[in-house]
T-cell receptor
């Protein structure tokens, strides 16, 4: 079985500060990992994904994440927060067997303070 | 490419009535579609997996007679909430994967259901 733990249900940062959202996963098989962002009353938008290859993946809006197998982590970072980054962020995992559902973490709400 | 739409985006219905939510893949063939439910300020919980032309597979605890899922074509899946009650009020989100066993899921914008 796979699972995702997101540390911190709410993270607050100042505009221009580093954003760090933590995600740890559990998987008995090589995982595929994802970060999604959700704005109020909207669906999910894919920020970035890790499948195979380079462990540091870059996504949209200046976000990046690093897959660390030894730490079973896939933390999301952004060097400088912008007000428009305020949203709910979900980390998710699936396995590479095709057509399998995503398992989501509980989400982290990011607030950006001016 | 890879756009998924949902209709309606927002629906209010009276208790005891049924509501149908459509999920369409607009520019690809979706062999598998997933239905998720999201309560306010919570994560997405998988309700069921549907494959075109076959019966949906429901997650434990999801009433298959209450949440009817039909995946009649490669571009359309529907979720019907039967005899809706206020506790069914939620945000319902679908996602779809293409053929070839792709892991990539494309999400719809969601449907907000309010049962009064």
């Amino acid at each position: 079985a796979q699972s995702v733990t997101q540390l911190g249900s709410h993270v607050s940062v100042s505009e221009g500060a580093l954003v760090l959202l933590r995600c740890n996963y559990s998987s008995s098989v090589p995982p595929y990992l994802f970060w999604y962002v959700q704005y109020p009353n909207q669906g999910l938008q894919l920020l970035l994904k890790y499948t195979t290859g380079a462990t540091l993946v870059k996504g949209i809006n200046g976000f990046e994440a690093e897959f660390k197998k030894s730490e079973t982590s896939f933390h999301l970072t952004k060097p400088s927060a912008h007000m428009s980054d305020a949203a709910e962020y979900f980390c998710a995992v699936t396995r590479n067997s095709g057509n399998t559902p995503l398992v989501f973490g509980k989400g982290t709400r990011l607030s950006v303070i001016a | 490419g890879a756009v998924v739409s949902q209709h309606p985006s927002w629906v209010i219905c009276k208790s005891g009535t049924s509501v149908k939510i459509e999920c369409r893949s607009l520019d690809f063939q979706a062999t598998t579609m997933f239905w998720y439910r999201q309560f306010p300020k919570q994560s997405l919980m998988l309700m069921a997996t549907s494959n075109e032309g076959s019966k949906a597979t429901y997650e434990q605890g999801v009433e298959k007679d209450k949440f009817l899922i039909n995946h009649a074509s490669l571009t359309l899946s529907t979720l019907t909430v039967t005899s809706a009650h206020p506790e069914d009020s939620s945000f319902y989100i679908c996602s779809a994967t293409g053929d070839g066993g792709s892991y990539e899921q494309y999400f719809g914008p969601g449907t907000r259901l309010t049962v009064t």
